[in-house]
Structure formats: structure tokens, C-alpha cells
């Protein structure tokens, strides 16, 4: 019996010995040199070893959408919608010129190829990365937007503001949009360039938002400004510009409501330091004869530069304004107002 009871003991360690797993020390290492891709951009260098290169985007996805512009000759012709997935990053050849140079592989067909040419750096308009398109369609996709038009965005290299909403069915500039209008982003797809489009000087994505209202029909605006960048503000805006032209309309009105809700704080406190009259003229930005220094402080703000005088008369001083205005005050009281 003792014997019969040792060899089942002895059966079931042996049995618990043979489920352990010992791993492969010896796996191939992934290929990902550690390097986030940041997908809110699309196909822009990152540092990488001291240099900006392409490296982040080894094992990523990208679509060609065509370079109508070049006079460069490939070996491997890119088929413009077809998908190919970045192997890894060819060594630059500085006696022919070649830098930048992507190894290609198209994930239909197989095919290998090479993407870069003579001095090749931009390919931010011919190529789409799937993650950053991916992530833009998270962003943007069925969410309301407030027109705000382009009044506050820098003008671009060609010393235009950016243009208006384009008609998606006659792909002209709509003028007049009226601001504050609602839309809602329907669509996000990409406009691959063309011959003779005026656009080969643009370094922009091909993504575009395609936005409608039940008034003005269908538009779209491209993702970032000429430049290939994206669209930035004359003013240090809490709320950032989508196309250039836009903002999400819950972070609009969260916004809009915290500037009225500091207006009516600041018009309450003001009324009661100086009453209604005074503090209606403050929030306008204006000024009157009689006003003391500290009313003129609250609706201009700090003057550039004051000149005092004192003499037997009392304090005389003379506020100067960049715009060109002047504020003279007689001990304290607004006297003059000149330009």
C-alpha cells in the first residue's frame, strides 16, 4: 500500500514539472527603437539621435496620395490610395543628394519600394498616416462646431488671411459666413493635389474636414495652414482653432459663459466703486472729462509713459498712449483728452 501511495506522489510531481513554461530567451527584439508616434501630426520629423528623422514612424501605415508637382522619377511608382507600411529608414547618400529616404513595403501587393528623392524632406502633403487620420476622425467626427471666422488667425505666406468655408460641391470660397453659426463636422477625408491647383508651394495635409449646416450646405477646410502647421491665433486665445476658422462648440459656450460670468462680476464691482453711469463707460473703453486717474487706469489700462509736473498750481500729469492718445489730469481729475 505504501508503495502503491509513493509512486502517485512521485506521478503527480512529475506532472506538475512538465507545465512549466521556460521562455525563449533568444526571441527576436520588436522593432520599435522606443519612439512614441505622435499622432495628432501627421507625417512631420521628430528628433531622433540628435537629428530629425522619420524613425517614429517605422511600422506605421501610411497612404499615398500623389506628388503632382514633381519632376522626379521613381524607380517604384506609388499608386495614389494604395497603403504601405514603413520598414525602416534607409542611410542618406549626401554624394547623390538623398536624405529622408523611407523603405516601403505596399500591404496589398508586396511590392517594395523607396520613397525619397533629390533633397526630399516634405512629405506631409502626399502622405496620410492611418493613425494620425484614425485619431482625427476620434477628434472630430459627428461633434458641433462654432464658426468663428479667421479674424484672429495669422495670414499665411502668401499674405492672405485663410479663406473662408469652400463649397464642397463647387469648391469655391463661400464669403459672408456669418459667425457664430453652428455646424457639424459630417466627414473626414483627404484631397489629393493636382496639377495646376495652385498648390505647389503648400506644404498643408490632404486631410479635410467636411462641415454642414441645414443654411449653408455642405463645406470643408483643410486641417493646417500653408505651412503645414497648425493654424495659429493673433491672440492668446484659451480655446484652440480647428482649421483655422472653428471652435467645438461645448468648449465654445463653457468658455463664452466664464467671460460673461467675469463680465458681470467686474460690471457689478464697478458700479458699486463709481455707480452706473461710470461703470457702463469703463466696460466700453472710454473716458470723460472729470474722471480721476484710477476710473481712467480701470477702462484704458496702464498709459506707456507719464510726464509730471508740480508747481504752485498742484500736480499736473500727462498720460501717453501708444495708439496716439493723450490724458492730462490737474491733482488727480481728468482735464484733457487729446489726440
Known amino acids: 500500500m505504501k508503495k502503491i501511495i509513493f509512486f502517485?506522489?512521485?506521478?503527480?510531481?512529475?506532472?506538475?514539472?512538465?507545465?512549466?513554461?521556460?521562455?525563449?530567451?533568444?526571441?527576436?527584439?520588436?522593432?520599435?527603437?522606443?519612439?512614441?508616434?505622435?499622432?495628432?501630426?501627421?507625417?512631420?520629423?521628430?528628433?531622433?539621435?540628435?537629428?530629425?528623422?522619420?524613425?517614429?514612424?517605422?511600422?506605421?501605415t501610411i497612404m499615398y496620395c500623389g506628388e503632382p508637382y514633381s519632376l522626379y522619377r521613381r524607380k517604384n511608382y506609388f499608386k495614389i490610395g494604395d497603403y504601405y507600411r514603413v520598414d525602416g529608414i534607409l542611410p542618406d547618400n549626401t554624394n547623390k543628394g538623398l536624405y529622408h529616404r523611407l523603405s516601403l513595403t505596399n500591404i496589398k501587393t508586396g511590392e517594395t519600394g523607396e520613397?525619397?528623392?533629390?533633397?526630399?524632406?516634405?512629405?506631409?502633403?502626399?502622405?496620410?498616416?492611418?493613425?494620425?487620420?484614425?485619431k482625427m476622425k476620434e477628434l472630430y467626427l459627428n461633434k458641433e462646431f462654432i464658426y468663428v471666422g479667421t479674424d484672429d488667425v495669422f495670414i499665411d505666406s502668401y499674405g492672405?488671411?485663410?479663406?473662408?468655408?469652400?463649397?464642397?460641391?463647387?469648391?469655391?470660397?463661400?464669403?459672408?459666413?456669418?459667425?457664430?453659426?453652428?455646424?457639424?463636422?459630417?466627414?473626414?477625408?483627404?484631397?489629393?493635389?493636382?496639377?495646376?491647383?495652385?498648390?505647389?508651394?503648400?506644404?498643408?495635409?490632404?486631410?479635410?474636414?467636411?462641415?454642414?449646416?441645414?443654411?449653408?450646405?455642405?463645406?470643408y477646410?483643410?486641417?493646417?495652414?500653408?505651412?503645414?502647421?497648425?493654424?495659429?491665433?493673433?491672440?492668446?486665445?484659451?480655446?484652440?482653432?480647428?482649421?483655422?476658422?472653428?471652435?467645438?462648440?461645448?468648449?465654445?459656450?463653457?468658455?463664452?459663459?466664464?467671460?460673461?460670468?467675469?463680465?458681470?462680476?467686474?460690471?457689478?464691482?464697478?458700479?458699486?466703486?463709481?455707480?452706473?453711469?461710470?461703470?457702463n463707460l469703463i466696460i466700453q473703453g472710454k473716458v470723460r472729462i472729470g474722471m480721476t486717474k484710477q476710473m481712467c487706469l480701470e477702462s484704458w489700462g496702464k498709459p506707456d509713459d507719464i510726464n509730471t509736473t508740480i508747481g504752485s498750481y498742484g500736480t499736473h500729469e500727462q498720460w501717453v498712449y501708444g495708439n496716439g492718445y493723450y490724458l492730462y489730469f490737474e491733482n488727480g481729475k481728468l482735464t484733457n483728452i487729446q489726440n
Not at 505622435?38 to 512631420?44: E, Q
Not at 520613397?115 to 484614425?134: C, D, P, R, S
Not at 460673461?260 to 461703470?279: D, H
Open 221 to 279: 477646410c483643410y486641417l493646417e495652414s500653408d505651412q503645414g502647421t497648425p493654424y495659429q491665433t493673433l491672440l492668446n486665445k484659451s480655446l484652440s482653432y480647428i482649421c483655422g476658422r472653428f471652435h467645438l462648440k461645448s468648449d465654445y459656450e463653457q468658455v463664452i459663459l466664464a467671460e460673461r460670468l467675469a463680465e458681470n462680476k467686474r460690471k457689478a464691482n464697478l458700479i458699486r466703486k463709481y455707480g452706473t453711469a461710470i461703470a
Open 8 to 60: 502517485i506522489i512521485l506521478s503527480l510531481a512529475n506532472n506538475a514539472y512538465c507545465q512549466i513554461t521556460i521562455m525563449n530567451t533568444e526571441a527576436k527584439k520588436l522593432q520599435s527603437d522606443n519612439f512614441v508616434y505622435d499622432s495628432l501630426r501627421n507625417m512631420v520629423p521628430e528628433k531622433y539621435e540628435g537629428e530629425y528623422t522619420y524613425h517614429h514612424l517605422i511600422g506605421q
Open 115 to 134: 520613397e525619397g528623392g533629390i533633397f526630399t524632406k516634405e512629405y506631409n502633403f502626399k502622405w496620410v498616416v492611418l493613425g494620425h487620420y484614425e
Open 160 to 219: 492672405k488671411k485663410a479663406d473662408g468655408l469652400i463649397n464642397l460641391e463647387y469648391d469655391t470660397v463661400s464669403k459672408n459666413i456669418p459667425k457664430e453659426s453652428v455646424w457639424k463636422c459630417i466627414d473626414v477625408q483627404v484631397k489629393p493635389r493636382k496639377k495646376g491647383d495652385g498648390m505647389n508651394l503648400d506644404k498643408r495635409s490632404p486631410i479635410i474636414l467636411i462641415f454642414d449646416n441645414p443654411n449653408y450646405g455642405k463645406h
